[in-house]
């Protein structure tokens, strides 16, 4: 395990602006917004040569009824038992307030490493609330800027010896584990009885597949997140929009990793009205560029939106594979016939996208998860799929003999060559006699046959036209 630093303190004192510079880039929404962050959120941090793990978390807040504030207060508190260090940050230029003295005293009890860190101190206005800091009795206070970056050498300083301990004690578990495993392979040698017989992975295999989980507001994304990891990861309630960040998560299932993201709902653009929603709907749109499975999870209770195309249609622009979870299945009355208008919907409204699956769950009661994660492996391979160059061309004769190519002033226009130029999704490149004059109807044609033939459902498939050179043109 890599060293962990959670970053806690109240709200709006700069706890996502130091995360964001720790990690180097723009991860965490940021806004004077006090309390924008809600989930917590990890990621990989670098300071110079030191690399180690850093939790961004909710605002604490003294809350402990079921309100938003106090559902922040206990994943802030989920978030500090992954840690192996605390830094409580303040606002300098605020001063010290109650609760920071209160949330000083219960770090002060919780048996782990704390530091103190005085944001916003780059100019005058933080020097008092800096020496006020000391009566927090958690040591000295480390000065720092997260917005402009200064004071993050004396940071460093803190942290080196902890880091470097942590380091030393993972090459030791390494060295352990190394000796336990020569042990296994003398053991193999020794009886012939194939224990710890290992096969080489494909390097694709050793990346974890990236999965966001998408979909309009309240139809539970988040609640899908927690009943796969077991865990409350993320907040839920009745409320909608709950979601700001883009919750990551590590995960595995079915000896392959997952990298899932829970992210903020999509509403129609005419309806957000706030800088912040913008915000979140723009790192929505970024987990689903940067994933490469999404999960499009609808509400079986408001039935097929065009909100829903929306979002579909965009995932499939970008190139991702996509999979359809129809969440809230166990309050569903008529399933037979809701089952049917879903399916008309995808026929008719996504036409560059064929067959694509759709399981029926429960995230609250936990219902038909594996149906879902094995449809989500299932449309990865597909999407990685890739169609030998021989059988595509004696394909492509077939095709064309079936149903050449329109005349082009009254002379054939061949399709001369095909081969499948990438994965991820499949892209296909057909070489013609004149590319400028040949028609969309017949590259649909080719699509929709390639499709059936070589058994590539639910992903996109991108076809690009070029023309054969002509070697009599000069």
Request: charge should be negative.
């Amino acid at each position: 395990m890599t060293f962990t630093v959670a970053i806690i303190g109240r709200p709006n004192v700069g706890k996502s602006t130091l995360f964001n510079r720790l990690v180097g880039k723009k991860l965490a929404l940021v806004h004077d917004t006090p309390g924008l962050t809600r989930d917590w959120r990890e990621a990989d941090a670098h300071l110079s040569d030191l690399n180690f793990k850093v939790i961004d978390t909710a605002g604490l807040e003294e809350s402990f009824d079921a309100s938003i504030p106090a559902r922040m207060r206990q994943q802030t508190e989920r978030a500090l038992e992954r840690a192996d260090m605390a830094l409580l940050v303040i606002d300098a230029r605020a001063g010290i307030t109650s609760m920071d003295r209160h949330f000083a005293d219960w770090l002060r009890k919780q048996n782990m490493p704390t530091a103190l860190i005085a944001n916003k101190c780059e100019s005058k206005a933080g020097i008092s609330g800096m020496y006020e800091a000391y009566e927090l009795g958690l040591g000295e206070p480390i000065a720092i800027s997260a917005e402009h970056g200064q004071g993050l050498d004396e940071l460093y300083t803190l942290l080196r010896p902890y880091v470097d301990a942590d380091a030393a004690a993972a090459a030791a578990d390494d060295a352990e584990s190394e000796d336990l495993e020569k042990y296994f392979d003398i053991y193999k040698e020794g009886d012939g009885t194939g224990f710890g017989d290992r096969e080489d992975e494909d390097e694709d295999k050793d990346n974890p597949i990236k999965v966001a989980i998408v979909g309009r507001p309240n139809v539970g994304k988040s609640t899908l997140l927690n009943a796969l990891l077991g865990e409350e990861r993320s907040m839920t309630g009745p409320e909608a929009g709950i979601t700001r960040d883009a919750v990551h998560a590590d995960w595995e299932y079915g000896g392959r990793k997952l990298r899932l993201v829970d992210t903020a709902g999509l509403r129609r653009r005419s309806r957000i009205v706030n800088e912040i929603e913008k915000m979140s709907v723009d790192d929505t749109l970024r987990a689903i560029r940067l994933a490469q499975v999404v999960v499009m999870v609808l509400d079986a209770e408001t039935m097929f939106e065009r909100q829903d195309l929306v979002i579909l249609n965009h995932a499939i622009e970008e190139g991702r594979a996509v999979v359809i979870a129809v969440n809230k299945w166990d309050a569903v009355k008529h399933r037979e016939k809701l089952l049917e208008d879903i399916s008309y919907q995808l026929d008719t409204s996504l036409a560059q996208v064929r067959d694509v699956k759709t399981v029926t769950i429960s995230a609250l009661h936990g219902t038909r998860l594996d149906q879902l994660m094995q449809a989500v492996l299932d449309t990865y391979d597909l999407w990685n799929k890739r169609v030998p160059t021989g059988r595509l061309n004696r394909w492509l004769a077939a095709m064309e003999e079936q149903n050449p190519a329109p005349l082009v002033h009254g002379r054939p226009n061949r399709l001369r060559y095909m081969t499948q130029i990438k994965t991820r999704p499949p892209t296909f490149a057909l070489w013609v006699g004149r590319a400028a004059d040949y028609p969309e109807t017949h590259k649909r044609y080719l699509i929709n046959n390639l499709r059936r033939d070589f058994d590539i459902p639910a992903t996109p498939v991108r076809f690009i036209v070029k023309a054969s050179k002509n070697p009599y043109a000069d």
